[in-house]
């Protein structure tokens, strides 16, 4: 199963660099979304609580515009069909693309958690950096599963892009709570904490929860 | 004796509105290229999407290299290539880089560099492929389907759309499959091409298989037909005949003692198109009025 991960995933990442059909509008949206929370919220800047819901709501929106292109060129270029005659398990194609979005994810937010920084938060962004990492990740890891399990579903419906962010924004609550939660006190204008651990704690059980789900189920998926 | 790469025992498709397949029988031996001819709607794709595990059978006995396919054992997966007409070609990556993600998903893939001589791509290796023509494009999904290095390998209508020279180019290499000891299992609309690569076929119409056998032994036990250009009305003749040589002696005969030609004559056994058309024709509307005026 490895050797057929590596093989998926190694394609995606190639076509994503010859084509730069996802990480750069990612990163768009992201950036100009942040320019907009700058002017609409009128403050030069935000803090805490405030600044961790920008910032994860953001940086949500920005990974449904990844998900909805993650199996396009599956469905369009006759992908699905040569998988599904290989002999290889169904669930290789899943952890392909759950870390493909992952990847796409941690690119996206090289340049969006700076751009953040600079265009809205008030306090330091250096010192709470090796938490807000630690909280990046399980977050991310999350959304790529949640968004790599959603796009399944929908790719082969005629309205998969309503589709995709309307099963996905629910089945992310639980990830953008727990990671505004955990980011809030990195923010916060007094000086930045540790993320609490409860919240950490949530993300990576929800992660370990619906990755078992998604692992389980995506088999069926695929070939209904 | 080796069991035979495909057995079909009375095999039925039923939906809805239609039986797609009557209770067909046939076996194809290993190392063999067959054929399914037969117009549209024959049942052809049907018979070979369940041979594939594509589709479900209503009623009969299928057995693919020893596997049910209806089962799609993984182990069979590992043993069967289909050429998916342009399915799995990623158009950003290159000829080479397709081949070699696709034989990373087998357990045992013949050498990439094999393959792409195989199908005739060695000097488009490093293309995308996106950029190649259509003829090109074919012999990638021909490609794609020996990448695993499948004993069996389902060419479903193969060369439909190619102009003359992909269509030769891809029996060229159905051919080489066959040296290679590959079982092929086609279906076509073109009958010179079941008579230039099959070892037998079989003819469907309505669900059911018609005849079977070597496309040169089909119009054995036929009536040989032979055809002549009478010297003084110009039009054509023709007369079917158990005994080619008495009639041709009794033809030749009459024109010597005329003093005339005996021009365009042609004595013909009927050809795969012949039993083919003889079999598969509907009958013409004044015809079916015939029959029932009658």
Redesign the interface.
């Known amino acids: 199963m490895r ?2 991960v ?3 995933l ?2 995606d990442l ?2 994503e660099l ?2 730069f059909e996802s990480i750069p509008a990612m990163t768009l949206f992201a950036v100009t979304t942040f320019v907009l929370f700058h002017f609409g919220l009128d403050r030069s800047s935000l803090e805490g609580d405030l600044a961790a819901g920008v910032l994860w709501v953001t940086l949500l929106f920005a990974a449904v515009l990844g998900q909805n292109r993650l199996f396009v ?1 599956e469905e369009e ?3 699905f ?3 599904l ?4 398990d169904r669930t290789a194609l899943f952890v392909a693309k759950a870390l493909a979005l992952f990847a796409f994810l941690v690119v996206v937010e090289i340049v969006a958690v700076p751009a953040f920084g600079l265009l809205l938060l008030g306090p330091d962004l250096l010192d709470p950096l090796p938490g807000l990492v630690l909280v990046l990740l399980l977050a991310d890891a999350g959304i790529a599963i949640v968004g790599t399990l959603v796009a399944g579903l929908a790719i082969r419906t005629r309205a998969r892009d309503l589709i995709a962010p309307l099963l996905t924004l629910p089945l992310l609550v639980p990830v953008v709570l727990a990671a505004s939660e955990a980011t809030a006190p990195l923010l916060a204008q007094a000086g930045a904490e540790g993320p609490p651990g409860r919240w950490l704690a949530i993300l990576a059980i929800y992660d370990l929860t619906i990755g078992l789900v998604a692992y389980g189920v995506f088999d069926f998926l695929l070939e209904d | 004796m080796q069991a035979p790469a495909i057995l079909v025992r009375d095999l039925h498709k039923s939906y809805p509105s239609i039986e797609a397949v009557r209770g067909i029988d046939f076996e194809v031996a290993r190392g063999e290229v067959f054929g399914l001819l037969g117009p549209n709607g024959a049942g052809k794709t049907t018979t070979v999407e369940i041979l594939e595990g594509y589709r479900e059978r209503t009623a009969g006995i299928v057995s693919v290299l020893g596997h049910d396919p209806g089962q799609r054992p993984r182990t069979l997966r590992e043993r069967v290539g289909i050429v998916l007409q342009g399915g799995g070609v990623y158009r950003h990556v290159t000829v080479r880089e397709l081949l070699d993600h696709w034989a990373h998903l087998y357990p045992a893939p013949r050498d990439v560099d094999e393959v792409i001589e195989l199908a005739g791509l060695g000097g488009k290796q490093h293309e995308r492929t996106r950029s190649l023509s259509g003829g090109q494009r074919r012999r990638l999904d021909f490609a794609l389907a020996l990448v695993g290095d499948p004993e069996l390998i389902f060419l479903d209508e193969p060369t439909t759309g190619f102009d003359p020279a992909a269509r030769r180019a891809a029996w060229q290499t159905v051919r080489t499959l066959a040296e290679l000891g590959k079982t092929v299992l086609l279906t076509t609309h073109y009958l010179d091409e079941a008579q230039a690569l099959c070892d037998r076929v079989a003819i469907m119409k309505d669900g059911r298989i018609l005849t079977i056998g070597a496309p040169a032994e089909l119009g054995v036990g036929a009536l040989y037909r032979v055809v002549w250009r009478d010297a003084e009305t110009g039009e054509v003749q023709s007369r079917e005949t158990e005994d080619p040589t008495g009639l041709l002696h009794q033809l030749t005969s009459a024109a010597l003692a005329r003093g005339e030609p005996l021009r365009d004559i042609t004595v013909a056994r009927p050809s795969l198109e012949d039993v083919y058309l003889d079999l598969t024709e509907e009958p013409s509307a004044a015809a079916s009025q015939e029959v029932r005026d009658g």
């Open positions: 050797r057929a590596g093989a998926l190694r394609k190639t076509a010859r084509t060129a270029q006759g992908g069909d040569g998988f005659l290989a002999p290889v």
